[in-house]
Structure formats: structure tokens, C-alpha cells
């Protein structure tokens, strides 16, 4: 299983982006993860099989779905702050959502997400 990631960039502040996890495999639950400047990796948010989802930073500005035509699980953010900024990861495991990174065999590698203006 291979993932990429893609869709990232330099937005302002307020502005949307959508990031797009693609990969040759999605069983199980696909996560989304941040790593902001000097701070650990966390979690953002994860869709399992059955297109149950779960968010870890509150579901307000975050939206995952996924497109299992097109082996793809989105990330929609909108209200983008400075604070988002950071390198975003898709990950999966092989069973049920998680918020914890050890929990995630594997990894793409990442995307750059900039907030500024």
C-alpha cells in the first residue's frame, strides 16, 4: 500500500483548501495527521470502511470523505488559521479509527499546508 498526498499550499487567512490522499489500498481506516512547527504529530481526523468517520480537532472546520472509485480520501478545511500551518500526512491501519500515529502502519509523505498572509 502506497499512499500520496497532494493539495496542499500557501493560503490565506479564512481561506479553504482540500487535501487528497491517494493510495493502491483502503481498507481499514484512513487518518489524516498535522505536524505544526516544533510540535508532535496529531491527529486530525479518520474515515473507516464502513465511511464512519471520526475528528480530533472538532468537526467545524474539518471534513474527511472518502472516494472509493478513485481511491481517494479527502480533507476539506475551511476557516484556515495560522496555526494550521504545518505538513499534513495521510496514514492508514487495518482496523478501526484511531487517533494515535503509532496505531498507522502506513504513511505517505506529506503535504505542506501554510497559512499566512
Known amino acids: 500500500v502506497q499512499l500520496v498526498e497532494t493539495g496542499g499550499g500557501l493560503v490565506q487567512p479564512g481561506g479553504s483548501l482540500r487535501l487528497s490522499c491517494t493510495g493502491s489500498?483502503?481498507?481499514?481506516?484512513i487518518g489524516w495527521f498535522r505536524r505544526a512547527p516544533g510540535k508532535e504529530r496529531e491527529a486530525v481526523a479518520c474515515?473507516?470502511?464502513?465511511?464512519?468517520t471520526s475528528y480530533y480537532l472538532g468537526k467545524e472546520r474539518f471534513t474527511i470523505s472518502r472516494d472509493n472509485a478513485n481511491k481517494t480520501v479527502y480533507l476539506q478545511m475551511s476557516d484556515l488559521a495560522p496555526e494550521d500551518t504545518g505538513v499534513y500526512y495521510c496514514?492508514?491501519?487495518?482496523?478501526?479509527?484511531?487517533?494515535?500515529?503509532?496505531?498507522?502502519?502506513?504513511w505517505g509523505q506529506g503535504t505542506q499546508v501554510t497559512v499566512s498572509s
Open positions: 489500498g483502503f481498507s481499514g481506516g
Open positions: 474515515i473507516n470502511s464502513s465511511d464512519r
Open positions: 496514514a492508514r491501519r487495518s482496523y478501526l479509527c484511531s487517533p494515535t500515529v503509532t496505531a498507522y502502519t502506513t
